[in-house]
């Protein structure tokens, strides 16, 4: 549970920083990482990606899933 907000913490920080939009509070980037690591795992099953589980895995389907969402959420606002 610790180490699920640790990484969705963590991957919603570092998804806006790769996007640009770094001026977002720990909660905002803890959801936007729980959320990230929803549509990760999503488009990465579709795609047919399978990441090796543990930390840096998640991590890295996170990070990729929020940087889809915050492109997405540019796009329509």
Not at 69 to 76: A, F
Request: hydrophobic letters at 55%; aromatic letters at 8%; charged letters at 10%.
């Amino acid at each position: 549970m610790i180490t699920g907000i640790i990484v969705g913490i963590l991957a919603g920080f570092l998804a806006g920083k790769f996007m640009g939009k770094d001026n977002r509070g720990c909660i905002m980037n803890l959801l936007l990482g729980i959320l990230g690591g929803a549509v990760g795992g999503w488009v990465f099953g579709l795609l047919g990606i399978h990441i090796e589980p543990g930390i840096l895995g998640e991590l890295i389907t996170s990070v990729a899933g929020a940087v889809i969402c915050l492109w997405i959420w540019n796009k329509v606002s």
